[in-house]
Structures are given as structure tokens and as C-alpha cells.
């Protein structure tokens, strides 16, 4: 009796999982739809589906038109039906956000805020997710909890960060971020979070590839099936790291001409107070030193993509904070990169990102809305 229980609780969720995963890739369903493409009864996808109206995760959103007889309800997910937050943290900036359950981003604050390893810098933290959630009238009981992406490597449980020397931030953990912040918290790579977000959003378009963040720091991650590989020790992907020019310029791992001196987004915006968008604003207006610099910026680039391409033989994405303006600049990175192809006749496989609204919050967000849809 037993079994027989526990096997029809399984079918139970089974179908249910099945019937809101579906409604989640196709936006607007019929009960017929459903009839057609899962071979569930009708008085099975009626239940659920007034179970998911009840529990407010679905809504009816109109009707089908038909040939004859009634038209047929529709449904569609309630996106704000649940809720995530995501916070980017880097060495002077807090940008926080609100993503809802397709991931999309639905409410952002940015603020300037110096890093510290102090209580006042964690209270602040929660401060900054309150003022979100009070800001865009959030119920609170929708929010799911705050993914936190930071400059370092994380553990596999997302609660530790094992190497931090950008913020110095090693050994820190879920506790100390999470000390003012009254819902479930994880920490990630910045870039794996980023990377998460641009397949999230792009699912089935690109199942392998490489992708480079260009934020304040550089960083990267392969995805291979849709999935960021970590590493054996979760250090895979760290292009930043690098050496390009043998000897050259610090990096703050201790090494001399690794990627990120030359090609995080503070070598583009120490001409423009820290603002990326000013920058572009100078390149775009024909400023000679934003051009000089941008130029060089692009050179150095592209030996990166170059060698990641002849390792990976892969499409390869430019995301971050750059990657966000790339779509403008590609063609001019392609041109170098023509020059420096072994085996490509041109450099199609380098791609600007398509997500590109605050992706390392996002990414960091999206944790939870996946977990909760694996829940469903």
C-alpha cells in the first residue's frame, strides 16, 4: 500500500513538472495542447492546471480561436510568480537586481561603494537588497533568494570562495554575506554566473563555446551541453590568467602580461571617471585618446580569443561589461582576428553576447529560479 502511495505521488509530481515546464518553454497552451504533446488526460492536465492557478504560478491569458464550438482557454506562466535577486559585487560598485522566473531582469539599482571586509559593508549589502524590494513593492514571500557574484572561486556548494586576491576576499563565506540578509544566499564566479545567464537566455543556440568576461576584471568559462564545465578544482576557464605578453604589465596574481591588465574594462574607463558608457561615448564622438586606447585594447583581445580558439575550437563570446557594447565593434575585432587565424578563413565564430543587461547579478540570481523549477 505503501509503494503503491508512493508511486502515485511520483506520477502526481511527474505530470505536474512536466505540464509547467512545458507551459515555461512555450509561453500560451491550451488544455489541448497539453492533451497533444505530453498524452496526459484531460482530467489530469485540469487538475494541475487549477492547482498551478490557485498556488498563482500560471493565469489564464485569453482564449484560442477555433473553427467551431467554444474558443479554448489559454494559460501562460505568472513571471513574477516568484522572484530572485542578484547582486555584482566589485571593487567599488554594488548593482543589484531583481530577476523574475524566465530570468529577465525587472528591476536594477547601482550604487558606488567601496569594498571592505567589515560588518558595515555586510549590513550595507542587506541594506541595498531591502531598498530593491521596497523600491518595486516586492512581496517578499516571492522572492526566492540573493545570488552573490563575486572576483573568485567558489567551492562546489557555492558557499566559500577559495580564491579571492581581487578583493581579498578568501575563506569568506555565505555567513558573512549573508548576515544582514533575511533569505537563502549563494556565492559565485563572476564570470560562471554571467555565463549561466547568456546560455539561459540563448538555450539551444550554441550548446558548446567559451565565454570571455570583460568586466572590471576578466575572466572566463567553457560551457559544453549547455553547461558551465568547472574544472576539477573549479578553475577552469580563468583566460585571464593567461600570458600574452611575457614580462609585461602586473596582474594581481603576482604574474607579469596575463590578460586582465590588459583587457579588464578599468583600462577603458580610466579615461572617463570609471564609467564605461562615458568611454564609449568618447570613442564613439571620435576622441583621440579613447581611440588610441581602444585600439590597443581590441589588439590584445583579440590574441586571447586567438589562442582560446585554437585550443577549444569553439565559438567564442565576448560578454561582460564590454561585451555589452561589442555588437557596435565586432567587425573591427573580426579584422585583427583574420590576421591572426592558423586554421579559420574568417572569424564568424566570435560572437557578442545577447545578454546584456547586468549579467553577472543576473547570473548570480538565476540560481535560485532554476532550483525552484527543478522543484516544480
Not at 508511486?7 to 489541448?32: D, G, M, P, Q
Not at 523574475?100 to 547601482?110: E, F, K, P, Q, T
Amino acid at each position: 500500500m505503501i509503494t503503491k502511495l508512493t508511486a502515485n505521488k511520483k506520477i502526481k509530481k511527474t505530470n505536474r513538472s512536466e505540464i509547467f515546464n512545458l507551459l515555461y518553454k512555450k509561453n500560451s497552451l491550451s488544455k489541448r495542447d497539453f492533451q497533444l504533446q505530453l498524452g496526459l488526460s484531460l482530467p489530469t492536465i485540469t487538475q494541475h492546471l487549477t492547482n498551478l492557478l490557485n498556488e498563482g504560478l500560471i493565469y489564464n491569458n485569453g482564449y484560442m480561436r477555433n473553427t467551431g464550438g467554444r474558443n479554448a482557454v489559454t494559460y501562460s506562466i505568472a513571471d513574477d510568480a516568484r522572484l530572485a535577486i542578484g547582486l555584482d559585487i566589485t571593487r567599488h560598485h554594488i548593482t543589484a537586481v531583481v530577476i523574475n522566473l524566465h530570468g529577465v531582469v525587472v528591476a536594477r539599482i547601482r550604487t558606488r561603494y567601496t569594498f571592505e571586509r567589515t560588518d558595515t559593508y555586510m549590513k550595507y549589502l542587506g541594506e541595498m537588497v531591502n531598498q530593491i524590494i521596497s523600491e518595486n513593492s516586492i512581496d517578499r514571500s516571492r522572492v526566492l533568494g540573493v545570488g552573490i557574484g563575486l572576483p573568485g572561486l567558489t567551492n562546489a556548494s557555492y558557499d566559500r570562495i577559495v580564491y579571492g586576491k581581487i578583493l581579498d576576499i578568501e575563506d569568506t563565506t555565505t555567513e558573512d554575506y549573508s548576515r544582514y540578509i533575511d533569505f537563502p544566499v549563494r556565492i559565485f564566479n563572476d564570470a560562471n554566473a554571467a555565463c549561466d545567464i547568456e546560455l539561459y537566455s540563448t538555450l539551444d543556440t550554441r550548446p558548446n563555446g567559451f565565454y570571455i568576461m570583460l568586466s572590471n576584471n576578466v575572466g572566463g568559462a567553457i560551457f559544453i551541453n549547455d553547461s558551465v564545465y568547472a574544472g576539477e578544482d573549479f578553475r577552469s576557464g580563468e583566460i585571464g590568467h593567461l600570458n600574452i605578453h611575457p614580462g609585461g604589465l602586473r596582474c594581481y596574481c603576482g604574474q607579469r602580461g596575463c590578460v586582465d591588465p590588459y583587457c579588464s574594462a578599468t583600462v577603458l574607463t580610466a579615461i572617463s571617471d570609471g564609467n564605461l558608457s562615458k568611454f564609449f561615448e568618447l570613442l564613439d564622438q571620435g576622441d583621440s585618446v579613447a581611440r588610441s586606447i581602444w585600439s590597443a585594447y581590441l589588439q590584445h583581445l583579440a590574441l586571447a580569443v586567438r589562442n582560446v580558439r585554437v585550443l577549444f575550437d569553439c565559438p567564442i563570446i565576448i560578454g561582460g561589461y564590454v561585451g555589452a557594447y561589442m555588437d557596435q565593434y565586432l567587425d573591427e575585432l573580426k579584422e585583427i582576428l583574420d590576421n591572426y587565424n592558423s586554421f579559420d578563413k574568417n572569424s564568424d565564430y566570435v560572437v557578442a553576447c545577447r545578454y546584456k543587461t547586468e549579467s553577472i547579478a543576473a547570473g548570480a540570481a538565476l540560481f535560485f529560479i532554476k532550483d525552484f523549477l527543478a522543484s516544480i
